[in-house]
């Protein structure tokens, strides 16, 4: 039986050497779901040993013994979660939010020959997900994991504006001050070179005020969406005298976005430059994180997106209640048998949408409408920013444990499923892109139990 604000662990077996299969060791089977206090409950079932089918079993080790015993006891589960608890917030993760942002934040006030904040520090809750087909058989990953998704409450730092005279600005959009040294603030999520030297017939000089809102990342639609254009309510607090928006070289299709969302929020007169050179900004503001990738995002994206208009969808056509945001045009992590958990859906009422077939404002009308909305991880679910606090988002993950689509949803208190279609192992920046195997793992109950 699924509960909601839960882990749900599959069997697992494995084939032994004499045929025979066995349970693997050490598979957990973890409950978050919330007491009346608010915090969530942990609940770990240790199996340990193995069996070779039928009535054989293994002995229990003394551990696993142990474990059976403490499980057995409602008193004692209690106390287990309370030990569990306070051991997790004793960890780094319980602590490092708010140290790591202020000492981040302190940098970059170091840096800049100015700032000024704009927004306090916030914190906002998290709800608990509800997680299938978790396969996790590394230990320090698997407790990783636990830790992120036991954090009641996420923190975000506070949100300023940096100035910067005579500052360099490259075409990926990092930033050297007038000596020429890199300015950590245009550093965020990548590694660029600490020193740059740019000759005068290399460089384009800009006068008067220039905005910079984006980071590592533009090429993308849901990092633009939620880390970069939000930025723009920040600049907003500024009385600005025709800035100068730099862009960086970006896709037709996210160019277009940029800059109908600056047609609609920023109607003060500005001018927009198109990074394909170095140059030097006379006087250069960039507004400070709005997120930490991929676990912390600030109240200020949610607050951005709710003040955009209402928007009809052109042609007069009904708004779909289900939807399925289809990765079949994508370049980047397709899925061999997507066609399969199409046909299930499409039988359980739900519409394909592909988002790379409609413009952007289509797409804020889609997921508006949207109640409940389903797709494999990927930036077009990103737009689920856009739908309802009340809306339920599922998300079939390819075994890359992504936090950044359930921090979405904790930020908009929607509900959030989460399905592995794969083992979880390390992730590095090659796993993220290549093609996604065949779906590993049963989907179809899980998906029947979320749809209902």
């Known amino acids: 039986m699924y509960r ?27 409950c978050l779901n919330e007491t009346s ?9 240790m199996f340990a040993g193995s069996y070779g089918g039928g009535n054989e079993s293994a002995p229990l080790t003394k551990r696993a013994r142990s474990e059976a015993r403490l499980i ?39 840096e800049a020959e100015s700032w000024q904040q704009i927004n306090p520090s916030s914190i906002y809750a998290r709800k608990p997900p509800n997680i ?42 990092t930033v050297y001050n007038s000596a020429g040294h890199l300015i950590e603030l245009s550093a965020i999520d990548r590694a660029p070179e600490k020193n740059f030297e740019c000759r005068g017939e290399d460089c384009h000089r800009v006068g008067g005020q220039s905005v910079l809102i984006f980071k590592a990342g533009f090429d993308n639609y849901g990092h633009l ?44 007169p500005y001018r927009i430059i198109v990074l394909d050179m170095n140059v030097i900004a006379e006087e250069l503001y960039i507004p400070g994180p709005v997120s930490k990738h991929n676990t912390r995002k ?14 009809e969808w052109v042609g007069g056509r009904s708004y779909p209640e289900k939807i399925y945001i289809s990765r079949r045009g994508s370049s ?63 998300v079939l993950d390819p075994g890359l444990y992504d936090f950044f689509f359930y921090d979405l949803c904790s930020l908009r208190g929607q509900e959030f499923n ?24 049963d989907v179809k109950r899980p998906l029947e139990w979320v749809l209902g």
Request: net charge positive; aromatic share 10%; charged share 25%.
């Open 72 to 110: 057995s006891s409602g008193a004692e589960l209690e106390s287990r979660r309370k030990v569990e608890m306070s051991r997790l917030r004793r960890t780094r993760r319980w602590t490092e939010g708010k140290a790591w942002m202020s000492e981040l934040i302190s940098v970059y006030r170091s």
């Open 332 to 394: 980047k992590r397709p899925i061999p048998d997507e066609g399969k958990v199409e046909q299930l859906l499409v039988e359980k009422g739900f519409s394909i949408i592909r988002p790379e077939e409609h413009a952007f404002f289509d797409q804020v009308a889609i997921f508006r409408r949207a109640r409940q909305i389903v797709g494999p991880l990927g930036a077009g679910l990103s737009s689920s920013i856009f739908a309802g606090e009340t809306s339920t988002i599922t």
């Open 37 to 45: 206090r608010g915090w969530p409950c942990i609940l770990i079932l």
């Open 225 to 268: 969406l939620i880390e970069m254009l939000p930025k723009i309510d920040l600049i907003l607090e500024e009385n600005f005298d025709n800035p100068t928006f730099l862009l960086p070289v970006m896709s037709p299709a996210l160019h277009s976005v940029v800059l109908e969302v600056l047609k609609v929020y920023y109607r003060e």
């Open 298 to 311: 600030s109240k200020q994206v949610a607050d951005f997106w709710a003040k955009l208009p209402n928007v």
């Open 132 to 173: 299938f087909n978790f396969q996790c058989h590394d230990e320090q990953l698997r407790r990783f994991i636990v830790r992120e998704v036991a954090t009641e409450n996420a923190e975000v730092g506070a949100q300023d504006i940096y100035m910067f005279r005579n500052a360099y600005v490259r075409p990926d959009a």
């Open 4 to 30: 909601p604000g839960s882990i749900y662990v599959p069997v697992i077996r494995q084939q032994s050497k004499n045929g025979r299969y066995r349970h693997r060791a050490k598979i957990r089977w973890i």
């Open 418 to 441: 989460w399905i592995f279609t794969q083992p979880l192992d390390y992730k590095t920046v090659a796993s993220l892109h290549r093609p996604t195997q065949e779906i590993f793992v």
